[in-house]
């Protein structure tokens, strides 16, 4: 970038700067590009958009970037489609540029390089120097399909990827969704209130998506577009939708019958969801809609059209929790809550861990202290971090949709939700139906096996670290083993939680094991043999000889040589009632190479 580029003022449409932000000229009545704050604001910046400075020698001074593959599952079809990517989509797109057509073709490594005014062929230029500088992509809108080819040959030859953008699609728009989407909010697996942790609005409309199986967008209350989620299927999309999305905002003959059919009236004035009858004749599918308040005031509305199959039997109550997770989210942007909400973050976890006093969260949220609280814990096991996250998204959601003061803490490979200030006498099977719909919905959404653990309901926000640790104890007991059930209370789960416990402590304090049943398994360990095994099947079944052997898949004579022999070799005395219960604990465990 020139001195001189770098010095000018933000321009108008006909002249944009690189790296900043379009806008409106002066009386052509197009909205300018809203502020970053309207979609998804960087932790500790502002809401507004200024130039990018680029360093002398490299790229631009910002954030490690965003995968070039999230960007495009974010932004996805009708906007943008992928032409070329020589050096895959794992690519980071750190920050936009827009190249404005009288300056040379300049760029900057990691930018997304949005070539205005050079349509086709004209682009050549632009693509060179992205890849000479190594920029992440280039957007190009086509005058004919005849010029990808060209333009894909000239990309991979650069090394840069291309982007061809839709020819309706409105570049401002383009510019400042793209931006909300590489800023980025808080990481949906850091700590924080439920609200908090959904990830940001896109993720939030692609959670959605998945728990109504319809196609999700989020709009403010002008009916601009902030967020959309992915269709597979173009097919699926109606005319609202595809309009809306392309023109950033929904077609005025739209909305003015949706304004006299009042829904906007009652998108307004209540908290519950809508539908709107599809209309063939207008394009319209069915739809579900749910305004997204904060107390009285209006901050947008949550739309879910129907695609190629019904909406899901459970979509009203799911728009319920997203409007709020929602809300909680824009109202942060709005008011810039950011370290409100890494306060809020540092003082749930502490109190999850028993480093924090439960005060300090009380008197920050204004919660009550005496009120009963119960901790939730979920379990996913190894997870891709991108189904972390959306796991996470839809923990979010279903829980704000239950108990709207919950809050969510993601800790290391465990999911904690505190609920606090139950009702009293609150039945332990509503909480346990809450924990049942989520783990249902991971399964039927997203093909995870979650576990659910319901810790012991506490009488104050001060003993939430034994719920917590309770819900812990219960987890650890189902991931070792023995446990068939999804979700799990003490009472469920009351004899294998203590076993468990005693083998983790058989475990860590060799001392306290026989060193006979030690030397047993060690030596099937060396002969291949399974004596270990028959010892404690036959222990299991309470000297049932027919029924251990029918467990083992061995005949029973073959079963009374394998305990013979085990006594034989190590001394052992099975008739001793306090040696029958020591073998039935330590040969649970894993074997010691």
Avoid at 68 to 77: F, I, K, N, T, V
Wanted: proline residues 7%; negative net charge; hydrophobic residues 45%.
């Amino acid at each position: 970038m020139s001195d001189r580029m770098k010095n000018r003022p933000i321009a108008p449409i006909g002249g944009p700067r690189r790296g900043s932000p379009l806008t409106a000229p002066p009386g052509t009545g197009t909205r300018p590009a809203p502020p970053t704050a309207a979609y998804c604001t960087a932790p500790g910046t502002t809401a507004d958009h200024r130039t990018t400075e680029v360093p002398e020698g490299g790229g631009p001074m910002s954030s490690p970037g965003l995968p070039l593959r999230q960007l495009l599952m974010s932004l996805g079809e009708p906007l943008v489609e992928l032409q070329a990517a020589p050096h895959g989509l794992d690519v980071a797109v750190r920050d936009v540029a827009i190249l404005d057509p009288e300056d040379p073709p300049t760029a900057a490594a990691g930018e997304l390089v949005l070539a205005i005014g050079a349509r086709g062929r004209a682009a050549l230029p632009a693509l060179r120097a992205a890849g000479r500088a190594g920029a992440a992509a280039v957007a190009v809108k086509l005058d004919a399909p005849g010029q990808a080819d060209a333009l894909r040959e000239a990309a991979t030859e650069a090394g840069v990827a291309l982007l061809s953008v839709r020819r309706e699609t409105r570049w401002e728009h383009l510019d400042s969704l793209a931006r909300a989407i590489i800023a980025g909010p808080d990481t949906p697996d850091s700590p924080g209130t439920a609200e908090h942790n959904a990830g940001d609005l896109f993720s939030l409309a692609q959670t959605v998506a998945v728990l109504t199986n319809g196609i999700v967008s989020i709009e403010d209350t002008s009916s601009r577009v902030l967020a959309y989620s992915r269709s597979s299927d173009s097919d699926e999309v109606d005319d609202l939708r595809r309009l809306s999305i392309l023109g950033w905002q929904g077609p005025e003959p739209y909305l003015s019958k949706l304004r006299e059919w009042g829904v906007f009236q009652h998108l307004r004035t209540s908290d519950t969801a809508i539908a709107v009858d599809p209309h063939p004749e207008l394009g319209l599918r069915r739809r579900l809609a749910i305004g997204i308040r904060a107390g009285a005031q209006p901050l947008g509305t949550i739309w879910v059209q129907e695609g190629a199959q019904a909406l899901a039997p459970l979509a009203e109550q799911a728009l319920v929790g997203a409007a709020r997770v929602a809300a909680a989210q824009l109202v942060r942007r709005r008011r810039e809550l950011s370290a409100d909400v890494r306060l809020t973050r540092t003082l749930l976890t502490g109190l999850l861990e028993g480093s924090t006093g439960a005060q300090s969260l009380a008197t920050h949220l204004g919660l009550d202290l005496r009120r009963p609280a119960t901790v939730l814990a979920y379990s996913a096991g190894s997870t891709e971090e991108l189904t972390r996250a959306e796991v996470t998204g839809l923990i979010s959601v279903h829980t704000a949709a239950r108990h709207p003061t919950a809050l969510l803490a993601p800790i290391e490979s465990r999911v904690y939700v505190l609920l606090p200030e139950l009702p009293a006498n609150l039945p332990m099977a509503t909480v346990r139906g809450w924990a049942q719909e989520v783990v249902e919905a991971a399964r039927d959404h997203l093909g995870v096996p979650l576990r659910a653990a319901i810790g012991s309901t506490v009488d104050g926000l001060p003993r939430v670290p034994d719920s917590r640790a309770q819900a812990d104890r219960i987890l650890d007991a189902m991931g070792r083993g023995g446990v068939d059930l999804e979700v799990a209370a003490l009472i469920d789960v009351q004899a294998e939680v203590l076993v468990s416990e005693v083998l983790a402590l058989l475990q860590e304090r060799g001392g306290l094991r026989d060193p006979r049943l030690t030397a047993l398994t060690a030596y099937d360990l060396r002969h291949g043999t399974r004596l270990a095994e028959s010892v404690l099947a036959w222990l299991d079944a309470l000297g049932e000889v027919r029924v251990a052997a029918d467990a083992l898949h061995i005949h029973p004579n073959t079963l009374r040589y394998r305990v013979r022999r085990a006594e034989q070799l190590t001394g052992i005395d099975l008739s001793q009632p306090q040696q029958r219960l020591l073998a039935m604990l330590q040969l649970r465990l894993p074997a010691e190479p």
